[in-house]
């Protein structure tokens, strides 16, 4: 069964504003990814954050990471139209190397 | 797509027919995975492996079986396809030693008729 549920499952912002995903998932985990994939393509690694870890930055995303709540947001600021894309959020378990992914949230950023 | 590619690209098949799909990575990784994505699913695991020989079910494996005879070569066949195995398939790798993320491939675009 699927870990991770992403929310919303799609999102419609102007270019320029921020978009925000929150993924929610339902047991220990040992690391958060986040994971961009645009329309007829394969996933993308995005950023990951360990469970030891609260935030995490990369360029214009932030990830935070709250294992009390079993959740975690990502933000894109600054949102640009080559954003448009389908985001999921995947968990992995202490010395397990798969992973377990969310539904996705379709991100569309208009111009 | 970080040095892995899928063979073929695209496949239409008809119900009750063998299929496979070639998975295949330059950069000596050690494990090796086979997703589908289908609408309102997400991507779910079908089978992986974690060396040459090495490889387990995943939570969607009923109906597929996996070979992995080289590191750089990971087989998926569907022994008599069904139209409910119309889906992208993807492939994923992983370095794994404390590595966790996972690069994918390209995708393959099967539609059992």
């Known amino acids: 069964s699927q870990q991770g549920e992403e929310d919303p499952q799609a999102l419609s912002i102007q270019e320029g504003e921020n978009a925000t995903m929150n993924c929610s998932y339902k047991?220990?985990?040992?690391?958060l990814q986040w994971y961009r994939q645009n329309s007829g393509r394969g996933l993308v690694h995005l950023i990951l954050i360990r469970s030891n870890e609260r935030e995490k930055h990369s360029g214009r995303l932030r990830v935070t990471l709250d294992t009390s709540k079993k959740s975690s947001s990502l933000l894109i600021t600054a949102s640009r139209a080559a954003d448009t894309a389908s985001y999921f959020c995947?968990?992995?378990?202490?010395?397990?190397?798969?992973?377990?992914f969310g539904a996705g949230t379709t991100v569309t950023v208009r111009a | 797509d970080a040095g892995i590619t899928q063979s073929p690209r695209h496949k239409v098949t008809e119900t009750g027919t063998p299929v496979t799909l070639r998975c295949h990575q330059t950069?000596?990784?050690?494990?090796m995975y086979w997703y589908r994505q289908d609408p309102g699913h997400g991507l779910r695991l079908i089978h992986y492996?974690?060396?040459?020989?090495?490889?387990d079910k995943g939570e969607v494996s009923d109906g597929y079986s996996v070979s992995r005879s080289k590191t750089e070569d990971f087989l998926l066949t569907l022994e008599s396809a069904t139209s409910s195995q119309t889906s992208v398939y993807f492939c994923?790798?992983?370095?794994?030693?404390?590595?966790?993320?996972?690069?994918f491939g390209p995708g393959t675009r099967l539609t059992v008729t």
């Open positions: 994923a790798i992983n370095a794994g030693q404390g590595a966790y993320e996972q690069y």
């Open positions: 995947a968990t992995g378990l202490f010395n397990d190397y798969k992973l377990s």
């Open positions: 492996s974690y060396g040459v020989k090495d490889t």
């Open positions: 047991t220990s985990i040992n690391n």
């Open positions: 950069e000596n990784h050690r494990y």
